[in-house]
């Protein structure tokens, strides 16, 4: 990612459809500076969907999941990170947990979670994939633009440059 999501505050803050996300968020995975246009899913404890999203394509997008913020189990682990990053996706931002966070970070793609925890979730098929999220005081929606780095986590309607 060539722009800096302080780059970015300083060129379109303010402006319609562009948001910040509030803090909430740590970074895992290789990479700490993504973007790509979002896909979204919602999914509570049950990581079958994620798994079914994440063996497609990727073609440069980012996958925003609304884990419920649950912290009793973890939705995505080494192998799931591994073959997202094998099909093309730039990254992962999840709205619970995650494992295996020594592997995660040699993994070349970016990830933010809540929390890692050591239990993996069991999968039900359950969740709802292209839906309105929110969370961190942003509203993630499907072919959105997400750009992440150290810094935080920028939402906008279009692609910003």
Known sequence: MNLTTAYLCDTY??????????PLLRSYGGNQAFSGSIATLRCFEDNAMLKKILAEKGDNRVLV?????SHRCALLAAQLATMA?????????IYG??????????IPIGIRALHAHPLLCHGKDT????????????????DHFLYADTDGIIVSETMLS
């Open 65 to 69: 999941v609304d884990g419920g913020g």
């Open 13 to 22: 803050a303010g402006k319609e459809n562009f948001q910040i996300a509030e």
């Open 85 to 93: 990053f094998e099909n093309g996706w730039q990254g992962i931002v």
């Open 97 to 106: 947990c995650i494992r295996e966070t020594s592997l995660l970070n040699k």
């Open 127 to 142: 969740g709802d994939r292209d839906v309105l999220i929110t969370f961190a005081g942003v509203n993630f929606r499907k």
